[in-house]
Nanobody, 126 residues
Framework: QVQLVESGGGLVQPGGSLRLSCAVS????????IGWFRQAPGKEREGLSC?????????YYVDSVKGRFTISRDNAKNTVYLQMNSLKPEDTAVYYC??????????????????WGKGTLVTVSS
């Protein structure tokens, strides 16, 4: 049974930082990607960033978080992180991680994901 468990959300002031974690278990696959998504109240879910399981750990960021968010992984812990800096009130949302199997050599992607976590709430407010 595949499980993704997000943690690290909470209340932070504008300009602050948080690091989210996504612990993955039960997933089998030699080549895959893990992505971070968020959904703000009244808005559609949006993809933020992804990282592949390749040796080089290729990454992708959407423009809205490029330069502020950093995705990374710890293979030994089966965990992917999202370091979020310079947080803004508009970053307030439930943040989700998801995983998808890829064909060898493919870039990571933020659509047609296979498994999802239940999310962690991030609130940016003074």
């Amino acid at each position: 049974q595949v499980q993704l468990v997000e943690s690290g959300g909470g209340l932070v002031q504008p300009g602050g930082s948080l690091r989210l974690s996504c612990a993955v278990s039960g997933f089998t696959g030699n080549y895959y990607a893990i992505g971070w998504f968020r959904q703000a109240p009244g808005k559609e879910r949006e993809g933020l960033s992804c990282i592949s399981s390749s040796v080089d750990g290729s990454t992708y960021y959407v423009d809205s978080v490029k330069g502020r968010f950093t995705i990374s992984r710890d293979n030994a812990k089966n965990t992917v992180y999202l370091q979020m800096n310079s947080l803004k009130p508009e970053d307030t949302a439930v943040y989700y991680c998801a995983t998808v199997r890829l064909r060898y050599g493919s870039s990571c992607r933020l659509y047609d994901m296979d498994y999802w976590g239940k999310g962690t709430l991030v609130t940016v407010s003074s």
